[in-house]
């Protein structure tokens, strides 16, 4: 039997780990890694550097969306870029993404900071199929879990992270075999309500307000505080008065 030929589209650290999985499950699964597209990001250092390790796999890389080969499966985890149809028509079974969020409650960006804000006590990770819209694509497999008392948005992020290395690593047999009942999103917004998010957003939620009380100020801040990123700040007398966490 011919293996099946997976394109991998990732980045950040766990689309490095979820690459390196399937890099180990390739025997197993009769699986061929057919190309990587990835796009650089410093922030995470060399440590999850994906064009490396496909360097070291013999994978192909690929430079853009419109070079993407025939395949049978697209596999997107934290690829920034929207697929148009043509892109999608390249995989012959499913083309697929690993959004690390509920769906169909938080489409698009920054979802833990919206988690919190939103005061959410459940939170999640999603395997859908991908279509040409964000995040809309039926629901393959999704992993819930419930959001700790006066969670931080880094540890939000943690055990996200977690679940969703865990789902992308339990489901990969049943999405190169198949083995899969989607359920359409539309389904869900009654019971769960959705939103979607956009990168840009993450500017104004930062900017706190002296006129919230103390449970909205905290809350926002657990919410925007993410080592690594720009604090959450107020604005006193036109000044910036940033907010340090220890």
């Known amino acids: 039997m011919q293996p099946k030929k997976i394109v991998f589209l990732g980045s950040k650290p766990i689309g490095f780990e979820c690459l390196e999985y399937l890099i180990l499950q390739k025997e197993a699964l009769n699986i061929e890694i057919a190309g990587l597209l990835t796009h650089s990001r410093k922030e995470f250092g060399n440590a999850?550097?994906?064009?490396?390790?496909?360097?070291?796999?013999?994978?192909?890389?690929?430079?853009?969306?419109?070079?993407?080969?025939?395949?049978?499966?697209?596999?997107?985890?934290?690829?920034?870029?929207?697929?148009?149809?043509?892109?999608?028509?390249?995989?012959?079974?499913?083309?697929?993404?690993?959004?690390?969020?509920?769906?169909?409650e938080y489409r698009g960006s920054n979802q833990f900071s919206f988690a919190i804000i939103d005061q959410k006590e459940e939170f999640g990770t999603t395997l859908h199929r991908i279509d040409t819209r964000i995040d809309h694509g039926d629901i393959l497999f999704q992993k819930r879990f419930r959001i700790p008392e006066n969670c931080w948005v880094g540890e939000l992020y943690q055990l996200t992270y977690k679940a969703s290395l865990n789902l992308f690593r339990q489901t990969l047999s049943h999405i190169v075999t198949g083995n899969y009942n989607p359920v359409a999103q539309e389904l869900l917004v009654a019971k769960y309500g959705t939103n979607l998010h956009y990168r840009k957003e993450m500017s104004d939620i930062k900017i706190l307000d002296l006129s919230w009380d103390k449970e909205k100020t905290e809350r926002y801040i657990r919410a925007t505080a993410m080592p690594g990123f720009e604090p959450p700040y107020f604005i006193i007398d036109g000044k910036k008065v940033v907010i340090t966490i220890p």
Do not use: F, G, W
């Open 48 to 104: 999850h550097d994906l064009n490396t390790l496909a360097n070291e796999h013999n994978i192909p890389a690929i430079e853009d969306l419109d070079s993407l080969p025939e395949c049978d499966i697209i596999y997107s985890v934290q690829y920034h870029q929207i697929l148009k149809q043509q892109h999608i028509d390249k995989a012959k079974q499913i083309a697929v993404n690993l959004h690390m969020a509920p769906l169909p």
